[in-house]
């Protein structure tokens, strides 16, 4: 069932847990993901960025409405980190049903004069916006990009930032990085200043580069208000640690993809299950039919 980013986080907001965004950067990604939702009965936000739609084309958008239409696992389209107003007005063409305007660079009143405009057009057309408050770190050579050091998001700004702009989910800083963390990088949530947004902030609050977080830290964000997790760089892994065994034990004759990547999806599949299991948005389908 294909919803809109609004229906899919109004019942992960009112019964308290975290749909999963999984960046599906390939087919066999986004095979890999959706049969772990299938199984688990868990919502699902299927995350594509700007670098992955162009990689991709715009013909896989279709791959994944396809796959929408045939389960009755609620599926978004996302539009992740969309980076200008002409990106978000593609998407929304090509039936992507939440987007994300991700000007969190820029100056506060300039974040907030095109995130308006964007949900001034998102809204019109029954698709949700996404937008984002501070700026979250980067670790590396992740497809989202960000900043080496975290800017907090001041929980004041923010109650203002949602009522101004009408945005229907928020992606908020407090203390994760895109991509994987180095060793000496000890990752840690600032779980004081969630706390005093979500007090503040009624919508859906989102976490960006929750990859690799102890799932300490990320269970107990769930528990105080984020209801939508960005998983990226480890199902990718999973794909990626999978192919290298597969081509390793493979021999000369490996070329066929149906041999190649059924080891791959199985891996991403498993990665998938234990996330959702952490965010706690299994077996919450049954909820979307009530
Ligand atoms: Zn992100």
């Given at each position: 069932m294909l919803v809109s980013g609004k229906e899919i986080l109004e019942v992960a907001n009112k019964i308290g847990f975290a749909v999963p965004a999984f960046n599906a950067g390939s087919g066999q990604l986004l095979e890999g993901v959706m049969r772990a939702c299938e199984e688990l009965q868990s919502p699902v936000i299927i995350a594509i960025h700007p670098d992955e739609l162009s990689f991709l084309t715009d013909s896989f958008v279709d791959q994944v409405k396809y796959y929408a239409n045939h389960t009755k696992v609620p599926v978004c389209i996302h539009l992740d980190h969309g980076a200008s107003f002409e990106q978000v007005i593609h998407a929304i063409h090509l039936g992507f049903t939440s987007v994300m305007i991700d000007a969190?660079?820029?100056?506060y009143e300039d974040n907030i004069a095109i995130s308006k405009k964007v949900v001034e057009a998102a809204h019109a057309t029954g698709v949700s916006v996404e937008a984002e408050l501070g700026t979250i770190g980067d670790t590396g050579d992740s497809i989202e990009g960000g900043v080496t050091e975290v800017i907090y998001t001041d929980p004041n700004v923010a109650e203002g930032f949602v009522k101004e702009t009408g945005v229907d989910s928020l992606a908020i800083a407090i203390g994760t990085a895109h991509g994987l963390y180095p060793d000496y990088l000890d990752p840690k949530l600032r779980l004081d200043i969630l706390d005093e947004i979500a007090e503040k902030v009624e919508i859906p609050l989102v976490l960006h580069g929750g990859s690799s977080n102890p799932d300490k830290e990320i269970a107990s964000a769930v528990e105080k208000g984020i209801n939508k997790i960005n998983i990226s760089s480890d199902i990718k892994i999973a794909f990626l640690d999978a192919m290298k065994e597969v081509l390793k034990n493979g021999g000369k004759e490996l070329r066929e993809p149906n041999t190649l990547f059924p080891e791959c999806i199985e891996a991403t599949k498993q990665v998938a299950m234990d996330k959702i299991k952490l965010f706690k948005s299994d077996n919450k389908v049954a909820l979307y039919y009530k």
């Open positions: 969190s660079h820029l100056d």
